[in-house]
Nanobody, 125 residues
Framework: QVQLVESGGGLVQAGGSLILSCAAS????????MGWFRQAPGKEREFVAA????????DYADSVKGRFAISRDNAKNTVYLQMNSLKPEDTAVYYC??????????????????WGQGTQVTVSS
């Protein structure tokens, strides 16, 4: 059983920055693409960013492009989400997820098999 544990969420003022981390259990982390999703109250879960297993290719939602950066450290079994220029509309619970084996970085939630418990990000105006 794979466990994904997010950390780094919190309260930040608009224009500020946060770095989210997601630590994965197991020895095969480098074999899988990883993604970040978020869900705001009353809204559906939405794609934020994804990264291929080697970290060469990334993909972003238009709403965060140029402000957020996804990266990974396979030696530490960890994926990161650097969030800059935060806006109140970025407020949500952020989840990391592991892609199905063989799936490249995807914006579809169905492409991921394991999910973390989420970390709250609140951006005040």
């Amino acid at each position: 059983q794979v466990q994904l544990v997010e950390s780094g969420g919190g309260l930040v003022q608009a224009g500020g920055s946060l770095i989210l981390s997601c630590a994965a259990s197991g020895r095969t982390f480098s074999m899988y693409s990883m993604g970040w999703f978020r869900q705001a109250p009353g809204k559906e879960r939405e794609f934020v960013a994804a990264i291929t297993r080697g970290g060469v290719t990334t993909d972003y939602a238009d709403s965060v492009k140029g402000r957020f950066a996804i990266s990974r450290d396979n030696a530490k079994n960890t994926v990161y989400l650097q969030m800059n220029s935060l806006k109140p509309e970025d407020t949500a619970v952020y989840y990391c997820a592991r892609g199905w084996l063989g799936v490249t970085a995807s914006a579809s939630g169905s492409a991921y098999d394991y999910w973390g418990q989420g970390t709250q990000v609140t951006v005040s105006s």
